[in-house]
């Protein structure tokens, strides 16, 4: 590869407080989930809202961990990427099969 | 690492897709036989073990070797109780009657999760090297992008769990639920 992980890495990384905070805002986001599940909400609100909250545990996880918030572009497309084609590709797969609703 | 992460990113949809569209085919058992408080605890489990590596990738950084070796120690412990958790998992489904070669539900979700349980596998025995190592004196300040590398895998192995949690764990089971009350009312 020409271009170096080392040499587009950014220093600007969260410290230990920022990541115990960001790890604490994932236990809650899990604990919702799992409230959402039990509580006796109309199943697509439920669905909406447990893929909201795996959503935004995922953006987190990738964003402050995996720092892709504070690296190089190059980065953030190299992973984007295959997630859009992948949810794109599971989508498409689901409603040809009709299996989106089921 | 990027480039690896993203071709496993399409592995794992691949794996997760096949499980999604063959979602309540095949007679036995199925997401009714999830147990979500334990799957939640083992879920919380990892979050908590991606939270130790990234103190572990902090503590390098600022060359505190022994706070290092701390952490990769958490990660590897949570990362090896939430195989146990997924070993427990798999022996009750099978006394249930759900094994891989039951039903196209059994295949694929046995496919997906096993493939998972085989990337933390991995993760904790590089984890346990990665601290050897430190003792040997191949992990410095310097080098912690060797341990940044590490923490981007093991990232990676926690974000498929987050989706193979709320999509096949929650949405699935919420599914069979919606299902059985139906069946129930056909009855009634």
């Given at each position: 590869m020409a271009m170096g992980h080392a040499e587009v890495h950014s220093d600007h990384h969260p410290g230990p407080r920022q990541y115990l905070v960001v790890g604490g805002v994932l236990a809650v986001l899990t604990g919702l989930e799992v409230g959402a599940f039990f509580l006796n909400l109309t199943s697509a609100l439920v669905v909406f809202i447990l893929l909201a909250l795996t959503a935004a545990k995922f953006v987190l996880v990738v964003a402050f961990f995996m720092h892709l918030r504070f690296d190089n572009r190059l980065f953030l497309w190299l992973f984007v990427f295959p997630v859009v084609v992948m949810v794109s590709t599971m989508v498409a797969l689901m409603a040809l099969l009709d299996t989106l609703t089921r | 690492m990027w480039a690896f992460v993203g071709s496993d990113v399409l592995f794992f949809g691949t794996l997760i897709a096949a499980f999604l569209i063959n979602r309540?085919?095949?007679i036995g058992p199925h997401?009714?036989?999830?147990?979500i408080p334990v799957t939640t605890l083992s879920t919380f489990v990892l979050l908590m073990s991606s939270v130790a590596m990234v103190l572990a990738l902090a503590a390098i950084q600022r060359n505190d070797l022994k706070g290092l070796r701390l952490w990769l120690g958490v990660t590897a412990l949570l990362g090896a109780i939430f195989i146990g958790f997924q070993m427990v998992e798999f022996t009750i489904f099978a006394r249930e009657g759900?094994?891989?070669?039951?039903n196209i539900f059994g295949t694929t979700f046995f496919t997906m999760t096993g493939f998972h349980g085989a990337h933390v596998a991995v993760g904790v025995v590089w984890l346990v090297s990665l601290i050897i190592a430190s003792y040997k004196g191949h992990v410095t300040q310097a080098r912690s992008l060797d341990v940044e590398i590490m923490g981007l895998y093991w990232h990676f192995v926690d974000i498929v769990w987050i989706v193979i949690f709320g999509v096949v764990y929650l949405v699935g089971a919420l599914g069979a639920e919606e299902h059985h009350a139906s069946a129930i009312s056909l009855v009634g």
């Open positions: - | 309540g085919k095949g997401e009714e036989i999830f147990d759900l094994t891989p070669r039951t």
